[in-house]
């Protein structure tokens, strides 16, 4: 299954993307979308950072904690954020 991780916001304004390959049923990225969700609302910054993942195909994002990531996802976490390019 394809993840996808989109970063938007920054001064730049420019978002960013960048995906990997997990081995996981639909239903273990259900489960791991409702670890990654963000459980409570940030402060609104200007210039801020949002951060959002999605598998390939699917219509809705989730938006993410960095911070807070489940250890289960930290390493892929890690590979994404390596890959990450501005979308042209």
Not at 21 to 46: F, G, I, N, Y
């Amino acid at each position: 299954m394809k993840i996808i991780l989109t970063k938007s916001g920054g001064l730049i304004g420019k978002p960013q993307r960048a995906e990997i390959d997990l081995d996981l049923t639909p239903e273990q990225w259900r489960k791991m979308k409702d670890l990654l969700k963000k459980k409570k609302p940030s402060k609104t910054v200007a210039d801020g950072f949002n951060q959002y993942v999605e598998a390939e195909g699917e219509d809705d994002t989730t938006l993410i904690d960095p911070v807070n990531l489940p250890v289960s996802f930290k390493e892929h976490y890690a590979e994404l954020e390596k890959k990450l390019d501005y979308l042209k």
